[in-house]
């Protein structure tokens, strides 16, 4: 994990817990309209991948545990993690791009419902994400991978293509010199699609493809009984991509800041077109790309008025993680997009530069919610990043920077949190380390869990433990 040269130790922002009465008139728990829906609260739980799906992409029983123990801390708001919208296989990610997969989103929606006695409203992040393939040994880079071409056979006039490919599995040196940049990033990280390998036809054709995929997943979430969909277009996946100011795409789906948002607009039209206007769509971008060549702040909040005028229910910032400035993987492994500074950006730790980890994004947010509401749009403003206390939330909710708080980590760390503060007893939320135990988790594709409790209570009659056998699945239980 990447962390700022600085390397300052942060500590964690007074608690200042309210008493449950200046909890209840607080505005953090006040109700607020997003799209057709009343949130009870202003508390959100931003979409986390927990790696608790299989192979299939089904809800597992796992997954149904996993999600009913947030809702038993009844958020406002609870955002299922990214769920893919196609239906091909992507490792244990959960998929809502079949039918099939209706039955256990509507077990899903039923017990949330249940354990958070109908508080909690409940969406589902939709995503799409480009191929990639693991960082391959150089020896089965150069066998099978390597299309030998005349740019390569000029560096070696008397050799045949075989024995080409043999030469350069045995001498590193050349690399750097006879492969192009693209055969030498394949070679260093692995292969990776992109938005803007307009040569590969299914690329050419995602503004033709993407509508009609998004929508039908958004219909079934419908179908399941979600209360809205999130959109996915933030951090390394395609939609952001095309969102992304290295999108430099010819064919009117990117270069311009008109054209990187075209295909982000359509995409939502067509969902809207199909859900219809009652049901609530938003979607999550990146307030800040944090990469070399990433948008501009005027291009997010030109993005920001543009999602909302259109007529987006919400929009979730977030920032960071992406692709292009992640570390190299090891041999065998994918790159991962949380490992670089951009990485840091979208999960920032206690170790941290002068500005540190807390409300990290909101320099960013602050400013789209404002020209959001200068476009004269009420749209609710979701910002999320390092926001974990009561006077973090209500400060930015007071102040206008934020309309409702999403709190990830922490809310991994405590999911009774926000019904502790609500009961004024603050004093006894788990609060987070932000470690970033739980990424390295992630990174791994291992069942994610926080160490602030994994380790408790192990013996505890009936506990579900990962598949190491050595952590608990879910956060011991709490009584009021
Ligand atoms: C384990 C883990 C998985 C995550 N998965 C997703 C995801 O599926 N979709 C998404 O938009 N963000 C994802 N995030 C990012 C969080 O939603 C959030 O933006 C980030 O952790 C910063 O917020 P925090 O400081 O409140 O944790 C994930 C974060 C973690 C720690």
Redesign the pocket.
Same mark, same amino acid.
């Given at each position: 994990m990447w962390v700022p040269p600085q390397r300052i130790k942060h500590t964690l922002p007074e608690g200042n817990w309210p008493s449950r009465e200046e909890a209840r008139d607080s505005l953090w728990f006040s109700p607020l309209r997003v799209g057709n829906l009343a949130l009870e609260q202003r508390t959100w739980i931003?979409?986390?991948?927990p790696w608790r799906s299989n192979e299939e992409g089904e809800v597992t029983r796992d997954v149904l545990d996993y999600y009913e123990r947030y809702a038993q801390g009844f958020p406002g708001a609870l955002v299922v $993690? /990214?769920t893919g919208v196609r239906d091909i296989p992507s490792g244990p990610l959960l998929r809502i791009g079949h039918d099939r997969y209706l039955p256990g989103l509507r077990k899903l929606v039923e017990v949330v419902r249940q354990a958070s006695q109908g508080r909690t409203r409940l969406f589902i992040?939709i995503i799409d994400f480009l191929g990639i393939r693991r960082r391959p040994e150089p020896a089965k880079f150069f066998a099978r991978f390597l299309d030998v071409k005349d740019r390569h056979r000029q560096h070696f006039p008397d050799l045949k293509d075989d024995e080409i490919r043999q030469r350069l599995a045995a001498e590193p040196a050349l690399w750097e010199q006879v492969l192009d940049e693209r055969e030498y990033e394949t070679l260093q990280y692995g292969w990776r699609e992109r938005v803007t390998d307009l040569d590969t036809p299914a690329i050419r054709e995602l503004p033709q493809s993407l509508p009609p995929v998004f929508a039908a997943a958004a219909v079934r979430a419908r179908e399941a009984g979600f209360d809205g969909v999130e959109l &996915?277009y /933030? &951090?390394a996946y395609t939609m952001a991509s095309f969102l992304s100011g290295r999108n430099d795409r010819k064919d009117g789906y990117g270069s311009t800041r008109e054209g990187r948002l075209r295909l982000p607009l359509e995409v939502f039209r067509e969902v809207r077109r199909r859900v219809g206007d009652d049901y609530t769509v938003g979607c999550?971008y990146l307030a800040h790309e944090g990469i070399q060549g990433g948008y501009s702040q005027e291009d997010a909040c030109f993005y920001g008025v543009e999602l909302a005028r259109a007529g987006m229910d919400f929009l979730s910032l977030?920032r960071g993680g992406k692709f292009e400035d992640a570390k190299q993987p090891a041999v065998g492994w994918a790159v991962y997009p949380y490992t670089g500074p951009s990485g840091y950006e %979208?999960?920032p730790s206690f170790i941290s530069d002068e500005r540190g980890p807390w409300g990290r994004n909101v320099p960013s947010a602050g400013p789209i919610r404002a020209a959001v509401r200068e476009a004269g749009l009420e749209t609710p403003v979701v910002v999320? #990043? #390092?926001?974990c206390s009561f006077t973090q939330a209500e400060e930015l909710l007071r102040s206008g920077q934020a309309d409702i708080i #999403?709190? /990830?980590?922490?809310s991994l760390a405590d999911p009774d949190w926000f019904h502790k503060v609500a009961l004024g007893r603050g004093e006894e939320v788990r609060r987070c380390k932000f470690s970033n135990y %739980? $990424?390295g988790l992630?990174q791994k594709h291992k069942q994610?869990t926080c160490q602030c409790w994994d380790r408790l209570e192990l013996d505890e009659p009936g506990v579900a433990l990962a598949e190491d056998g050595r952590r608990r699945l879910l956060a011991p239980s709490w009584k009021p």
């Open positions: 931003p979409a986390m991948v $993690e /990214a992040q &996915h /933030a &951090h999550r977030s %979208c999960m999320t #990043g #390092g926001i #999403g709190s /990830a980590r922490q %739980c $990424e992630d994610v």
